[in-house]
T-cell receptor
Framework: AQKITQTQPGMFVQEKEAVTLDCTYD???????LFWYKQPSSGEMIFLIY??????QNATEGRYSLNFQKARKSANLVISASQLGDSAMYFC????????????FGQGTRLTINP | DAGITQSPRYKITETGRQVTLMCHQT?????MFWYRQDLGHGLRLIYY???????DKGEVPDGYVVSRSKTENFPLTLESATRSQTSVYFC???????????FGPGTRLTVL
């Protein structure tokens, strides 16, 4: 079975600082994808970034990067130069790349950016 | 409107009543999913569907029923609502070659 663990229930960061949100995963699959979603207070789920298990380079999308360490089974999200609008709930998730395509989510980390 | 929509957005019901949450997508994505979000649990999969007339259970299916007679619709029914089913429900869809699942806006359900 797949499992995602996010050990930081909440984080507080000063504006313009970089922040790392931790995510570890457990799976016996060889082919899988790792995702980060953002959920602002308005409630919608916003896709941020994706990393495939066979991708050799870490994924980047603008200010977001995914620090993928396969041997350690970690997929940390790094947000550079944080902004007030980054305050939200962040979820790490995993999906098998074969079969049911269902996502397994972590419990989330609530990030608060202080001015 | 293009995309994935859910209705109603908010619903209050009483214990024992039947409730149906609607999900509609305009993209003709093959896969559709229902998740529930509760504090401390993140999102958990209730049911999913790989295509019309093909559905399967997820992690927390008890008390829920789904159907998918058309590709674009995936309703979720609570046959006899319980207080433990008070939650926010998200519908999502996916198809290749996309990586991410696309989420609807969510339905906040309160069972009194």
């Amino acid at each position: 079975a797949q499992k995602i663990t996010q050990t930081q229930p909440g984080m507080f960061v000063q504006e313009k600082e970089a922040v790392t949100l931790d995510c570890t995963y457990d799976t016996s699959d060889q082919s899988y994808g790792l995702f980060w979603y953002k959920q602002p207070s308005s409630g919608e789920m916003i896709f941020l970034i994706y990393q495939g298990s066979y991708d050799e380079q870490n994924a980047t999308e603008g200010r977001y990067s995914l620090n993928f360490q396969k041997a350690r089974k970690s997929a940390n999200l790094v947000i550079s130069a944080s902004q007030l609008g980054d305050s939200a709930m962040y979820f790490c998730a995993m999906r098998q790349l074969q079969g049911a395509q269902k996502l397994v989510f972590g419990q989330g980390t609530r990030l608060t950016i202080n001015p | 409107d293009a995309g994935i929509t859910q209705s109603p957005r908010y619903k209050i019901t009483e214990t024992g009543r039947q409730v149906t949450l609607m999900c509609h997508q305009t993209w003709s994505h093959s896969y559709m999913f229902w998740y529930r979000q509760d504090l401390g649990h993140g999102l958990r999969l209730i049911y999913y569907s790989a295509a019309a007339d093909i559905t399967d259970k997820g992690e927390v299916p008890d008390g829920y029923v789904v159907s998918r007679s058309k590709t674009e619709n995936f309703p979720l029914t609570l046959e006899s609502a319980t207080r433990s089913q008070t939650s926010v429900y998200f519908c999502a869809s996916w198809t290749a070659p996309y990586n991410e699942q696309f989420f609807g806006p969510g339905t906040r359900l309160t069972v009194l």
